[in-house]
């Protein structure tokens, strides 16, 4: 329990100290406080392995709002074991390539600040068991990373690449709330392990598909899947340590995470089957077929990300199969591609990291990124060459490399659909492995442009100010290679992860099966000759001839539906909806307080006039009023006047002194109905108030006599009798009116409960100082808001740099 | 503008500690008897706006060097940090208590965490007051 709770903590808290820290530890010596954090937590969750393994798994509950079933309440199990170990495991490797990756001028306080946030808000998102603060968490990693990409805010495009991935995400993650909720009405409960447990009650509802559904978005958004993808590409603006981390092993997996982690709840529908395993192939296609043509390898990198992201997503989908099979040949044969795709999770977040490291040792040491200034690299820059090759070709699943273990799970599991006969499946099913064996064609064919193109053939002149290419320092070697050695160490060893750490996931996904045999496949390098490794030698064969006459078939790019990019929509809805709001802020922001205080009234009278024309229930009740003395007749008359009086003031000082009179007099009749408080406070306001108008006499231009047209005049002088008949009429209908009981005698009590004798205070301080505590900072947040429009107004002209 | 205010600024060095005595009064006389953080904060606030009025800014600053903004910020963090101390003691937030405790001088009188909350509110009060007024007169100049 504490590991889990130091886990969500640590990073936190270590985000908190940072900016203190960075003064003593100036430049690099920042990053070796900082990695310290996630390779503790690292240690200290790899500790656990052994028990989970054992089918332990760790739930801890805090009460946070009983009231509305928001529990803080954590739960380590097999599958969020998987995800933080990456979090933290290939976190640390991220840091200590920081390290010499950033130049020391960066502000690299900043930086480190807010990648401990995104740690910690990952680690929350995977390691909370309640749906609310899961989201809470998920949201957090939205706006971490949006610091993140923006971290060179000062550039356009880095600034547009955190803008639409935070719309994006956080649009989707609204919508997954909205289920979320759902869940909540079916259920009453907002804890996954008891939503688990009703998962019949669940599938039962009307509310099912929806809610599945809405929960979908927000991991598809999140997982960058087709259509929501375009973010991913735009957020490669990040620093390349952002990039490793958020892009290919962190953030993107969210999304994974969820559609993993909801399997129990929503699987055994023939919906949730289709629209993720659908959506993913579709986008593994998609993000291969484009991948090819990009000539930045960051943004070549991004849509293989997208690609293999879907290929993930694809295998969950075909793994919920098994909770609607009862066979337990079948059921082993749909829960082997879960267990296809958590191996994948993991193959992926190697070779994509080092991949990403490699990527940004190229721009670090060459100063560009573009496949066509690459060339020749692999006799100059040996070491950076090998982890490239061994990265590439795992992701185009060739041995001896991690990356071919999983890919061929992944055929098998494409080709055990024509297996199932169950939920009505249709012959497009069948479709399912040509796709898959086309993405991977793309996929071989994007793999071979990075090693040939970048790494072998002519060396292109230098441009002018290139530096001359030479191998990196070993530092910032040191996290490629491990990540690199674990490529090949997992494709050796891949039963070892299997046990350890798939095993205790793969109960997690399926709590049902839990215990059966063949829930964990034993994985064998030679599978023997099988359709699978056909297909394999196919692709291989194919994407050779492809990409050796790759300059003949390039064209096709620049025609038909590749050439729309779903980029356009974007912008293009971007721009029209600011152009719409704008036109519609111009057409009620005149910037004249007359007319805002116009549309308050007649917003007021409209609904208060509908509302009491609709309850048609004018009940005035005058037995209980007490007579009006002679001397607060004599208060009101004086108030009527100078109300009145200020409509002909000739200067500013009278208007406000008649104003100021009205509002003294108002005092004085809260002192005549023995309302202290209101007395005191309503002077004291009505004081400083004066002072500031009399403050703002400087901006005013002459006092000059207005002369209105009538209408005008007619117009304003209607709202004003007709709010005040508003007003006048809800005060005498709340005496004759008691729908609720009064609240009064409650306060009775209050000088014994709160210990104070004034009940004003009392109820301020005591009983309601929510509200008090909302509104001293709301006002506090108005100040602030006052002071810096105020001040900034004053160095307009000075100051474009955000027109640049 | 140069004006003659001797007198002003006389009566103003005498009568700035009497506002603030008086606002302290009224924010402590605040639970039992009309008063409170809100009325308190606002009278100070006045006295700080005399002060301003009468003296130039400059002036001002010297004698009183800080920020009111951090002020107000204290104040928020005041208001809200009580709210979460009743946390760690297991109560629910902005729970308040009070203790009856026989002080030398005072004699025997009621402490509680309610007067901090409301010296959070009172200093949020005296910041935010202040720095519009200062705003808004600072940019005639």
Known sequence: MITVLLAIFLPFIAACLVPFIHKFLTGRRIGWFV???????????????????????????????????????????????????LITGIGSLVVLYSIYYLSEREAIGRFYTYLLLFMGAMLGVVLSDNLIVLYVFWELTSISSFLLIAFWYHRKQSRYGAKKSMLITVTGGVFMLVGFLMLYTITGTFNLQELIAMREVIAADSLFIPAMLLVLLGAFTKSAQFPFHIWLPDAMEAPTPVSAYLHSATM????????????????????????????????????????????????????????????????????????????????????????????????????????FMVVGILDHQLGTRNIKRLGGLATIMPITFTIALIGSFSMAGLPPFNGFLSKELFFEAMLSLK????????????????????????????????????????????????????????????????????????????????????????????????????????????????????????????????????????????????????????????????????????????????????????????????????????????????????????????????????????????????????????????????????????????????????????????????????????????????????????????????????????????????????????????????????EVLVLFIAGLGVYSLVKLRRKKGADHSEEK | MKKNDVILQTVTKIVFFIILTFGVELFLAGHNSPGGGFIGGLVL???????????????VHRGTPFDFKRVAALGVLLAVGTGMLSIVFGEPFLTQTTWLVDLPVFGETELGTMTIFEAGVALTVLGVVVTIILGISEDVE
């Open chain 1, 35 to 85: 990695i310290t954090i996630p390779l503790f937590l690292f240690i200290l969750l790899l500790r656990l392995v052994p028990s989970l393994s054992n089918g332990a798994s760790y739930l801890y509950t805090f009460p946070w709002i009983p009231s509305a079933g928001v529990h803080f309440s954590t739960h380590l199990d097999g599958l969020s074991m998987i995800f933080a170990l």
């Open chain 1, 252 to 355: 993107v997996k969210a999304g994974i995470y969820l559609v993993a982690r909801f399997t129990p709840i929503f699987a055994g529908d023939a919906t949730w089957f289709y629209v993720v395993s659908c959506v993913g192939l579709l986008t593994m296609l998609w993000g291969s077929v484009n991948a090819v043509k990009q000539t930045d390898l960051k943004a070549l990198l991004a849509f293989s990300t997208v690609s293999q992201l879907g290929m993930i997503m694809s295998l969950l989908g075909i793994g919920s199969l098994a909770f609607a099979s009862s066979e337990s040949a079948q059921i082993a044969l749909f829960t082997a591609a879960t267990f296809a795709a958590l191996f994948h999770l993991i193959n992926h977040s190697t070779f994509k990291g080092a991949l």
């Open chain 1, 419 to 774: 297996d199932a006969n169950l939920l009505t499946m249709d012959s497009m099913v069948l479709l399912f492995p040509i796709v898959a064996w086309i993405g991977s064609i793309f996929t071989f064919i994007y793999c071979m442009i990075i090693v040939f193109q970048t790494f072998f053939g002519k060396v292109p002149p230098p441009m002018s100010g290139q530096r001359p290419a030479h191998e990196a320092p070993i530092q910032m070697l040191i996290s490629p290679i491990v990540l690199g050695s674990l490529v090949v160490l997992i494709f050796f060893f891949p039963n070892l992860l299997g046990t350890y750490i798939l095993g205790p996931a793969m109960n997690a996904v399926y709590p049902k099966f839990e215990g059966m045999t063949g829930l964990v496949p034993e994985i064998h390098v030679w599978h023997g000759w099988g359709v699978p490794i056909f297909m394999t030698i196919g692709l291989i064969v194919a994407g050779i001839l492809l990409y050796r006459f790759l300059r003949y078939w390039k064209g096709i790019y620049r025609l038909g539906f590749l050439q729309w990019t779903l980029d356009r929509f974007y912008n293009a809805f971007l721009i029209r909806t600011e152009r719409i709001a704008s036109v519609v802020t111009k057409a009620y922001m005149t910037g004249s307080v007359r007319d805002y205080v116009a549309y308050i009234m007649l917003v007021f009278i409209a609904l208060v006039g509908v509302g009491l024309l609709g309850f048609q229930q004018f009940i005035f009740d005058f037995s209980n009023d007490a007579p009006i003395e002679i001397n607060e007749g004599i208060i009101i008359f004086v108030m009527m006047c100078s109300s009145v009086a200020i409509l002909y003031a000739k200067s500013r000082i009278a208007a406000i002194v008649l104003n100021g009179v009205l509002g003294y007099s108002i005092a004085i009749l809260f002192v005549v109905f023995r309302a202290p408080d209101l007395a005191l406070t309503q002077i004291v306001v009505e004081t400083v108030t004066t002072v500031l108008f009399l403050l703002c006499f400087y901006y005013l231009p002459e006092w000059k006599p207005e002369h209105k047209s009538i209408s005008m005049r007619v117009r304003n002088g209607l709202i004003a009798i007709a709010s005040g008949i508003a007003v006048t009429v809800v005060a005498l209908l709340v005496q004759g009116h008691s729908i609720y009981p009064s609240i009064s005698v409650y306060y009775e009590t209050a000088s014994r409960i709160a210990g104070g004798l004034n009940v004003v205070n009392t109820i301020l301080g005591d009983f309601r100082a929510f509200d008090t505590m909302l």
């Open chain 2, 45 to 59: 606030s006045s006295a700080f706006v005399l002060l301003y009025l009468v003296y130039d800014i400059e002036t």
